[in-house]
C-alpha cells in the first residue's frame, strides 16, 4: 500500500525561537478594572452626634450640621441625659435615640455604628455634641474614603501645624497614648483623644459588633482595634473650637487616671489574637 499523504490534522506547536513568538511572550496582560470605592457604591452619609447633658450646645450643633452638610442624616445618641438634651435635639428637626440609661460614650457611638450599618450607610461621622467639631471640616474627613484610600479617617488637632489649645494633663495624656498608638498601629498617629472621624462601610460594620466601651477606649483604643483587623487609617489636619459649654473631665486629675487605665487595656489588646474576619453583613 502506499502511505498516506497530505498535511498531519495534530500540528506542533511552535517553540520559542519561532517569529512572533517573543512578542506574543512579552505582551502583558490586560489591567483588570479599577475597584469602585465600596463607600461609593453606598447611599448617604449618617452623623451620629453621641450627647450626654450638652442641652446647652446640642440646637447650635445640628444648625451647623444643617448649614454645612444638608445632604447628610444626623442621629444624636442621647446617653441618658438628666437635662433637655433631647427635647432640644428634636426641637431642632433631629432624629433623637434617647438610651434609657448612660452607657457611656462607647455605648452611644457604638449604638450610631449599628443604626449605620443596619441601615446600610456609607459612611458614618461620629461628631461631638459639646460644639467642638466643625461641620464644615466634615468633607476633608470623607474624600479619603470616597476615593478609596481609607477605611477610618481622624480629624487630627496637631497636623499640619495647627495647634489646639490643650489642658497641660491632657496634652501630656495625648502625647502619652500618641506614642503608644502609633508603635501599635505601626504608623504615626498624632492625635489618638480625636472624636471627630469618619468611617467606610467596612469600619461601620467592624464598629458596630467590636467596640471599646472603656473611657477613651471609643477613641484611642478603636484605632488599635481598627488597626489590628487590617482596616486603613488616615489622618487629616482640621481646625476644632474649644468646648462650647459642659464639662470635660479629660482635663483633670482623674482624667489623668483613665489615660493610665486605657494604656494598660491597649497592652492586654496587643495580647488578643487579631480580628481577621470583617463582618461583609450583619448576621
Known amino acids: 500500500m ?7 490534522t495534530h500540528k506542533t506547536a511552535p517553540g520559542p525561537d519561532a517569529p512572533g513568538a517573543r512578542a506574543r511572550a512579552q505582551t502583558p496582560p490586560a489591567p483588570a478594572p ?3 470605592p465600596e ?3 453606598g447611599a448617604s452619609v449618617l452623623v451620629v452626634v453621641p450627647a450626654h447633658n450638652e442641652s446647652a450646645s446640642i440646637a447650635d450643633v445640628l444648625r451647623d450640621l444643617a448649614v454645612h452638610v444638608p445632604q447628610a442624616d444626623v442621629l444624636v445618641i442621647d446617653d441618658g441625659s438628666t437635662d433637655a438634651t433631647c427635647q432640644r435635639a428634636r426641637a431642632a428637626g433631629a432624629d433623637v435615640a434617647c438610651l434609657a440609661c448612660n452607657l457611656g460614650v462607647g455605648g452611644a457611638v457604638q449604638t450610631g455604628y449599628l443604626h449605620a450599618a443596619e441601615r446600610g450607610y456609607g459612611v458614618a461621622v461620629q461628631f461631638d455634641g459639646d460644639g467642638q467639631h466643625r461641620a464644615n471640616r466634615i468633607d476633608g474627613l470623607l474624600e479619603p474614603i470616597l476615593a478609596g484610600q481609607a477605611d477610618l479617617v ?3 488637632r496637631l497636623l499640619g501645624g495647627l495647634r489646639f489649645r490643650f489642658h497641660p494633663l491632657r496634652f501630656l495624656g495625648n502625647r502619652l497614648l500618641s506614642r503608644l498608638v502609633s508603635a501599635i498601629c505601626r504608623r ?10 469618619a468611617a467606610g462601610p467596612a469600619t461601620i460594620r467592624f464598629f458596630a459588633k467590636h ?6 477606649g471609643d477613641t484611642a483604643e478603636a484605632l488599635v ?30 482624667g489623668l487616671w483613665h489615660t493610665l487605665r486605657i494604656v494598660l487595656a491597649l497592652l492586654v489588646d496587643c495580647l488578643e489574637p487579631k480580628v481577621t474576619d470583617l463582618p461583609e453583613e450583619l448576621p
Open 2 to 8: 502506499q502511505p498516506v499523504t497530505g498535511e498531519p
Open 34 to 36: 479599577a475597584r469602585e
Open 39 to 41: 463607600a461609593r457604591r
Open 154 to 156: 481622624v480629624g487630627s
Open 188 to 197: 504615626r498617629i498624632t492625635d489618638p483623644t480625636s472624636g471627630f472621624r
Open 211 to 216: 467596640y471599646p466601651q472603656t473611657y477613651l
Open 225 to 254: 482595634w481598627a488597626a489590628r483587623a487590617g482596616l486603613r487609617i488616615v489622618e487629616v489636619p482640621v481646625r476644632m473650637n474649644q468646648r462650647a459649654a459642659g464639662v470635660s473631665a479629660t482635663g483633670s486629675f482623674r
